[in-house]
């Protein structure tokens, strides 16, 4: 009934009884080394997301010889953020375009392809492999379907949903579900004979409401469902308007679950509710928005709960999956879970009751003066650890990179506002997000040395700016589709986000409109599909995109000339979408020169002890090649992709854009051991593992985060001579 060990490598002396421990630490004492798995047959490590390899093959005395054991080329560009499982001699990962491959994972050579239609790039974070002994599925996501393949083969197994796939966004709505989106984009859990799922959902109306579902792994079929934004009668309905779950969605998991099997307790961090940045219609705390919840794995039925944002408009999603782990509390060991956060802070409870390990302390925050907003009085503040990003932009700490870029930074900050956390945005007014949209911590996730207790953090530590303006009518359908749908990550005025969000200004010389109209309904990399946009809407949109205005044709194909309410019918965003403010777009806050405009660190990582909430080290974590060759070293830079450690004594990361480097460093110091180049950034979290007792670390790289770097994707395994 629970999973078993499967790895091929692996000493049967296992047996249910010490996994039943529910931790690593009992079964290597108790058995010594041998028992040490050899897979990686999880995402993260592990069900309890640690992270973490017991072996000791490469460790801190020799990673330093590491050498590339082999490479695999899928021929494909895009992003890649795949945390790879390894499982006996096969290596399961996908390619940019969502193929799910097999590999050997000694050679790199491919045992079997499966493409599920070519069309995906949505971030595709991992994969489940169950088995019971006798018969193994491996559950790969692929755009809005959950495929169950035989992983001898990457055959689909047919007796499982529809056809070998079920999609996940039936049972989620009564409409047309082909006008939805959801996609799995980080694998859920397995629990006995459940697949335990979230999905992505938009950031934008309409969207789906973002219930936790466990299916059934034989048949598909669903167990058990939590709403994660509660119907009429049920617990936390209260905290938003009457009827309000109607209108409102998201509220979903899609940074990944773990399972305290032992316990049959799930946790699950959940996002934001639409629309992310201006929550008038869902004025009150909005639970299960922003939250961790303890589910019954067996049920679904909620155990505790923690909302880490109250009414959140700030787009403070939990970018990751918590981490299972057990500390010493006076002389006793505590299990816990921990969670990070996108403005950087760890909170740690009590995992059987929720209990905060470190005192939270409910801190007051400034009121909103937008008409129709209304914040929560106060937010969640842990007393301990010491946030591992810098939360509060001051003018000492804008940049000296050079004189034009300081004087450019004092000009540009003198215009926004900047006061630390949780200040609700203005109209027509930027406001910092620091650290930034994008954490903080991301969906790379943490590390913990279970023998330790303590938690490798990789953060993001640039300022960002956001601000709403009023949604005027008046506009064609191509600019209100537009603003309402794109704006948000490409901008009003449709410059983007350099390395975050591409512009698209004379996007027309480089996408044709059947390009365009691809990426628009199947979505790519974090941008989400707008399956809605068709026909006059869809004309009418391309052609605002080449003109940047609403020409008169544009206008007459969709008929939008007449009064606002047909406006909004016929641009497909309906009546509720047209918030009366919208978004103005996620903007770092750059020099001219497209570097941070603060002094570095831009990116970190650090080890913090939870048994005492203290920090043991922090690092600038990447720099910027043409900086550094220029003198600046270190500064740090954008990173994306987690951590793993290892009993060996090493942490082992990529993540760090521009550079394109993994690195190795000495647990315990922080001291860089080993760094390597890739053909690619790592944008993913590695994965190490044994076979014919040669162990190796693979990472997996991709081009898209950096536009004028190469082009391009690869795993890369790495060994010891
Ligand atoms: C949540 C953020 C988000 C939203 C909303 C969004 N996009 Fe995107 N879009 C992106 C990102 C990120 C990329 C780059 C994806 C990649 O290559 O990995 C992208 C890429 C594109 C591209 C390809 C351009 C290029 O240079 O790669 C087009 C065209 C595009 N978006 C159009 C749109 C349109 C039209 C809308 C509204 C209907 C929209 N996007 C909404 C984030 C977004």
């Known amino acids: 009934m629970r999973r078993v060990w499967w790895g091929i490598g692996l000493v049967a002396l296992v047996g249910g009884g010490l996994w039943l421990t ?24 592990g069900v309890e997301g640690e992270r973490y390899s017991g072996l000791t093959q490469i460790n801190a005395a020799n990673v330093h010889q590491l050498e590339v054991a082999w490479t695999f080329d899928p021929h494909e560009e895009g992003g890649l953020q795949t945390n790879p499982l390894i499982v006996g001699r096969t290596l399961y990962g996908y390619t940019p375009s969502q193929k799910v491959i097999a590999l050997d994972g000694a050679t790199g050579k491919v045992v079997w392809t499966f493409d599920p239609g070519g069309v995906g790039r949505q971030p595709a974070r991992g994969l489940s492999y169950w088995s019971d002994g006798k018969s193994n599925i491996l559950f790969a996501g692929a755009l809005s379907n959950l495929y169950a393949l035989d992983p001898a083969t990457g055959k689909v197994i047919s007796s499982f949903g529809d056809g070998g796939r079920i999609d996940l966004r039936k049972g989620l709505t009564e409409g047309d579900v082909s006008k939805e989106f959801a996609a799995l984009t980080t ?12 999905f992505r959902a938009p950031e934008t109306k309409p969207a789906l409401h973002g219930d936790i579902r466990a299916f059934d792994v034989h048949t598909g079929a669903l167990r058990w469902t939590f709403h994660t934004i509660p119907h009429p009668g049920e617990y936390g309905y209260e905290t938003w308007p009457k009827g309000a779950w109607k209108v409102t969605g998201s509220a979903n998991n899609w940074a990944g679950m773990v399972l305290d099997e032992k316990r049959g307790m799930l946790f699950v961090p959940t996002g934001s509710a639409v629309t992310d940045f201006y929550g008038d219609d869902r004025i009150g705390n909005d639970l299960f928005a922003n939250t961790l919840l303890a589910l019954d794995a067996n049920t679904g039925k909620r155990i505790w709960h923690f909302q880490a944002v109250h009414h959140d408009i700030w787009d403070r999603d939990f970018p990751s999956p918590p981490v299972l782990l057990t500390v010493q509390r006076n002389g006793k060991a505590v299990d816990a879970v921990a ?11 009590e995992r059987a009751t929720g209990k905060p390990l470190f005192p939270i302390e409910e801190r007051p925050f400034p009121g909103s003066n937008v008409p129709g907003e209304k914040t929560s009085a106060t937010q969640p503040i842990p007393s301990a650890p010491a946030p591992y990003a810098r939360q509060l932009l001051t003018a000492e700490m804008l940049t000296t990179r050079t004189p034009e870029a300081h004087a450019l930074a004092v000009e540009e900050f003198s215009k926004i506002r900047s006061e630390g956390q949780f200040v609700p945005f203005s109209v027509d007014k930027q406001t910092v997000v620091f650290p930034g949209f994008d954490g903080g911590a991301e969906w790379g996730g943490p590390a913990v040395d279970p023998r330790s207790g303590v938690i490798y953090i990789n953060s993001n530590d640039i300022a960002w700016t956001g601000g709403l303006t009023e949604n005027k009518a008046g506009g064609g359908v191509g600019s209100t589709v ?37 990426v628009v309904h199947n979505g790519r990399g974090r941008m989400p599909s707008f399956p809605r946009v068709t026909d006059a809407r869809l004309e009418a949109l391309l052609n605002y995109l080449k003109t940047g205005n609403d020409p008169a044709a544009g206008n007459r194909a969709a008929g939008a000339r007449d009064s606002s309410s047909k406006r909004e019918a ?11 403010y919208r978004f103005t777009g996620y903007r770092k806050f750059l020099d001219p020169d497209g570097y941070p405009a603060i002094v570095p660190p831009w990116g970190t990582l650090n080890a913090i002890d939870l048994n005492t909430g203290k920090y043991l080290w922090k690092i600038p974590l990447g720099e910027y090649p043409e900086l550094a060759a220029k003198g600046m070293k270190n500064t740090g830079s954008e990173n994306y992709g987690g951590p793993i450690v290892t009993a060996g004594g090493v942490v082992i990361i990529s993540a760090t854009i521009f550079d394109r480097k993994i690195r190795a460093f000495d647990s315990r110091t922080g001291n860089l051991l080993w760094e390597a180049s890739l053909p690619y950034a790592g944008n993913a979290t590695p994965a190490t593992y044994m076979i014919d007792g040669k162990q190796y670390v693979v990472i997996a790289t991709s081009g898209a985060r950096d536009r004028k770097g190469p082009q391009g994707a690869a795993y890369v395994a790495f060994a010891l001579p």
């Open 187 to 198: 694998p859920g859990v397995l629990f006995k004979d459940m697949i335990i799922i979230g």
């Open 482 to 518: 537009y603003q309402n749908q794109c704006a948000a990550c490409h901008g009003a005025d449709r410059k983007g986000s350099p390395g975050a969000f591409p512009s698209l200004v004379s996007v027309d010389q480089r996408f044709s409109d059947a390009a365009i109209t691809e």
């Open 570 to 580: 016929e641009s497909g965003v309906a009546p509720a979408v047209m918030a009366k």
């Open 339 to 349: 969670q990070t956060t996108k403005h950087g802070f760890v909170f740690l409870f």
């Open 22 to 45: 529910g931790s690593r630490r009992v079964i290597a004492g108790a058995v010594g080394a041998q028992a040490v798995r050899q897979d990686w047959a999880t995402y993260g490590g």
